[in-house]
């Protein structure tokens, strides 16, 4: 089996990265999700709806789609802020290595996370981080090996964060921000219109081989979400935004 892969890459401020995150993968998933199964007989069933829900950004000229479901939202949310507090946590380990390499390390941290919320939001500086969500779907083993998890399309979000200055600034990237997160949910729902490889629709004996049965409201193909943080800053979609920022201004 061929596993599709698509890269989407985008830039925002500190305070941007949790909704620009959650746009994007509320969105593939919503796109990849069905109603709960309701089997009558071994081959027959029924599908139940799917609710859905917009979503208004606090940080970001933006609203987008959701399925309605609280438990898949969480989920979403819980891994999304391991993310950012990953990249924060680096961002403020490089502060203190710039500050004193040697053993005032855990103090510093302290004094810098003791600054409060709003600090840790917009620190950090210029980074880079990658979150990838895939789907797969199991292939049973015999005893003692363990199931083979199949991936058949996995969605990579490069996301480059950068420091700006003033509030005048900020106010433009909330606004060329949404223009970019709309721009790149259209490309989604682009892809997810294409006649390309699903499951097949699965017997009440392998539902769970295909699809994640655990949440009570919704029923998405199996996935799951990594991520990775880089110190590497990636230079093409920063410059590209720090130049509509600065063209923004000079009007």
Known sequence: MNCRSEVLEVSVEGRQVEEAMLAVLHTVLLHRSTGKFHYKKEGTYSIGTVGIQDVDCDFIDFTYVRVSSEELDRALRKVVGEFKARYLLQGLHSQVDARSPG??????????VSSGRDAL???????????????YQKKKSRWPFSD?????????VKVHVVALATEQERQICREKVGEKLCE?????????????YLPKMPTQSEVDNVFDT??????????????QIT??????????????IKDTLAL
């Not at 053993?103 to 810098?112: A, K, N, V």
């Not at 790149?184 to 390309?196: C, G, L």
């Not at 655990?214 to 991520?227: C, M, T, W």
């Open 103 to 112: 053993l005032q390390r855990s103090h510093l941290i302290s004094d810098l």
């Open 121 to 135: 939001r917009n620190s950090g500086g210029d980074g880079l981080g990658q979150m990838s969500l895939e789907f």
């Open 148 to 156: 083979e998890c199949i991936p058949w399309e996995v969605w990579t």
């Open 184 to 196: 790149k949910i259209i490309n989604i729902v682009e892809v997810m219109s294409r006649h390309e």
């Open 214 to 227: 655990g949440l009570r409201d919704v029923q998405p193909y199996l996935y799951k979400i990594s991520f």
């Open 231 to 244: 110190d590497a800053l990636g230079t093409s979609v920063t410059t590209t935004m720090r130049r509509l």
